[in-house]
């Protein structure tokens, strides 16, 4: 099975950066996975980590240590609109063919001025 | 392209009432999933499908059923309803890139059951 842990909120000020943290436990990991929700709507895919290190990709960076089981998300420049929900999530390759995807509960991040 | 579509938007059903959520993608993805998102429990996989007359159970399958009889769409029937299932229900589709498979996830439908 899996277990995946991030804080359930945080707050930050417009314009400063901040960094949500994601620890998982997982017996089949084939990549790590971040996603934004906005109150009311569908998640949308951020960024994906498969190999060790930092991807980044404009204001947002995501870093993955496997060794660790650990990933966070950086997010830069904050501006209002990034208040959302994020979602860390682990993928395991299925015996049939695909992906599955285990989500942790998500981070409520406000952007306060 | 419309992407993930689903219908209804949202639903109030009574105890014992059965339906059917739609679900439709037109990106031509072989993988498509079902899931719930309840406050505090984050989202969790209901029932999921690798192509075309292919599906499989995911982590809270009890009380759903799932098709898949062509690619672009994947329905899921509530057979029962009982007040455990309000929800809210998220279809998802994935395509290979050969290094991540991003998922789009449909607007959600809303069903409470009374």
């Known amino acids: 099975g899996q277990n995946i842990d991030q804080p359930t909120e945080m707050t930050a000020t417009e314009g400063a950066i901040v960094q949500i943290n994601c620890t998982y436990q997982t017996s089949g990991f084939n990549g790590l996975f971040w996603y934004q929700q906005h109150a009311g709507e569908a998640p949308t895919f951020l960024s994906y980590n498969v190999l060790d290190g930092l991807e980044e990709k404009g204001r947002f960076s995501s870093f993955l240590s496997r060794s660790k089981g650990y990933s966070y998300l950086l997010l830069k420049e904050l501006q209002m609109k990034d208040s959302a929900s994020y979602l860390c999530?682990?993928?395991?390759?299925?015996?049939?063919?695909?992906?599955?995807?285990?989500f942790g509960t998500g981070t409520q991040l406000k952007v306060e001025l | 392209n419309a992407g993930v579509t689903q219908t209804p938007k949202f639903q109030v059903l009574k105890t014992g009432q059965s339906m059917t959520l739609q679900c439709a993608q037109d990106m031509n993805h072989e993988y498509m999933s079902w899931y719930r998102q309840d406050p505090g429990m984050g989202l969790r996989l209901i029932h999921y499908s690798v192509g075309a007359g292919i599906t499989d159970q995911g982590e809270v399958p009890n009380g759903y059923n799932v098709s898949r009889s062509t690619t672009e769409d994947f329905p899921l029937r509530l057979l029962s309803a009982a007040p455990s299932q309000t929800s809210v229900y998220f279809c998802?589709?994935?395509?290979?890139?050969?290094?991540?498979?991003?998922?789009?996830f449909g607007p959600g439908t809303r069903l409470l059951v009374l």
């Open positions: 999530a682990v993928r395991d390759i299925l015996t049939g063919g695909g992906n599955k995807l285990t």
């Open positions: 998802a589709s994935s395509y290979s890139t050969g290094t991540g498979e991003t998922q789009y």
